[in-house]
């Protein structure tokens, strides 16, 4: 699965690799990588792939699940199809609560003890993914774990999942993507290395330069 689902976000450009001109992240950190996977939705061929590989994670490792809840906004529609397919409740989590009407944070009927599976598109430091587990365990739900499309696997991310003892399963990851890049002639057969250095140190601009 790991392997087709690569393929299809490189097909469509959901992800772009492009080491020789970094892309310059909010934060200063210079990328080899950019991640939007929410091309996937405009691309049915692929979104059909996505959407029932969510739902064979979800069956095979958070078989107990009875609600799914989407993170705002790029989860949301994720979770509408997922929850579609297999025929429970979905809902989301919004990244504040609203300042009018209910207030409401969780949009969406969820009961105290429901067993929820979060949807999330991109992992890379895992904040606003823990932040929404947080947000509904405080609600009362018991959070199995989290469902996503493609991590990157930064040590962040995975320390703050640890942390906060949250499980997350993804369809795809980094290593299997610059695998089939480099085997599509996508990106170099060199620029493997470089790609995985930035994964692990985003902040060490040495992976530009080909440091060791």
Avoid at 1 to 21: C, H, Q, Y
Avoid at 64 to 82: K, N, P, R, W, Y
Avoid at 170 to 179: F, G, I
């Amino acid at each position: 699965m790991k392997t087709d689902i690569a393929k299809g976000l490189l097909s469509i450009e959901a992800v772009f690799l492009r080491p020789e001109e970094p892309f310059t992240w909010a934060s200063g950190i210079k990328s080899p990588i950019y991640c939007d996977n929410r091309l996937t939705l405009t691309a049915p061929e692929v979104r059909i792939k996505v959407e029932e590989g969510l739902v064979a994670t979800i069956r095979e490792h958070y078989p107990d699940c009875e609600v799914v809840m989407g993170t705002s906004t790029a989860g949301i529609a994720h979770a509408a199809i997922v929850g579609h397919l297999m025929n429970i409740p979905m809902g989301y989590v919004r990244g504040s609560a609203k300042d009018h009407g209910r207030t409401n944070q969780i949009e969406g009927k969820l009961l105290p003890g429901q067993k929820v599976v979060v949807i999330e598109d991109l992992i890379s430091t895992g904040g606003s993914a823990v932040d929404t587990v947080e947000v509904l365990r405080s609600a009362g739900a018991e959070v199995l774990g989290i469902a996503s499309i493609f991590t990157y696997g930064m040590k962040k991310g995975l320390d703050r999942f640890k942390e906060h003892q949250v499980k997350n399963i993804s369809l795809c990851d980094l290593d299997t993507l610059v695998e089939v890049a480099a085997e599509t002639g996508y990106i170099r057969e060199s620029d493997k290395e470089r790609i995985l250095k930035f994964r692990d140190n985003p902040s060490d601009e040495g992976w530009m330069k080909g440091d060791k």
